[in-house]
């Protein structure tokens, strides 16, 4: 025979407490992805931003928020609010390239449906701009017992540096940078370069733990703000 379980009803007060909770759990969760996160109206107006998606706006380099306005920062390419305008108006999922001179970010941009909000909203997730982050590197070469100088050497890979101009920064031979990448390409079980860092490409995006160092307190009040509707998305 099966036992059918009840849930206990919660009280108003409690209620509020467990929604409370769920809302600075998304609050957290969010922010421990790399990746930038902007839910937005079809004109860029902000509901919500992640860390990683503040410290990008705070950058100014490639995007930027005027008041509570998603905008492309001066002199950048890449068709950001005609995705934003589609996706709400026409359910359009595409991928925006922004460029400024050598500087570029991939930027999706999806429908998004708030629960109890009366139009369809924008889901903006920025790419990253290299293969992992920081920490996530600092993990990798952890699991994989690199050594100091096998760490810096596979973080300058991972920055695209060449093995000469790794060689040149850390004032080494490029003969010992080789020995080097031939030494992480052995515990990582990779038969080249480029295999090194699709396993750098493979470390989840998990942000760093200074990731929010000098950003404004309008940032986290907005965010803050839009925790209870997102947490019950």
């Keep these: 025979m099966y036992s059918h379980y009840e849930p206990s009803a919660l009280n108003p007060v409690q209620e509020r407490a467990s929604s409370s909770t769920l809302a600075q759990m998304a609050l957290a969760l969010f922010d421990e992805i790399e990746c930038g996160l902007i839910v937005c109206d079809e004109h860029g ?109 596979l973080g300058g890979l991972v920055r695209q540096s060449t093995p000469r101009e790794i060689a040149s920064a850390h004032e080494v031979k490029l003969s010992t940078v080789r020995t080097q990448i031939s030494s992480i390409r052995a515990k990582f079980g990779t038969r080249s370069i480029e295999g090194l860092l699709l396993r750098a490409a493979q470390v989840p995006p998990v942000a760093s733990a200074l990731r929010l160092a000098g950003m404004p307190p309008a940032a986290h009040a907005a965010t803050a703000a839009a925790a209870p509707m997102l947490a019950a998305a």
């Design 45 to 153: 107006g902000i509901h919500f931003a992640n860390q990683a998606a503040q410290h990008e706006m705070v950058s100014q380099r490639l995007m930027q928020r005027l008041g509570d306005q998603l905008r492309r920062a001066s002199g950048c390419s890449g068709e950001l609010d005609t995705a934003m305008r589609l996706a709400a108006q026409r359910g359009r999922r595409s991928l925006v390239r922004m460029t400024q001179g050598t500087d570029q970010l991939m930027v999706s941009v999806l429908p998004f449906q708030l629960p109890g909000a009366p139009a369809q909203q924008v889901l903006v997730v920025l790419g990253r701009r290299q293969p992992c982050s920081e920490l996530g590197l600092e993990m990798l070469a952890g699991s994989y017992g690199l050594t100091l100088a096998e760490r810096r050497v």
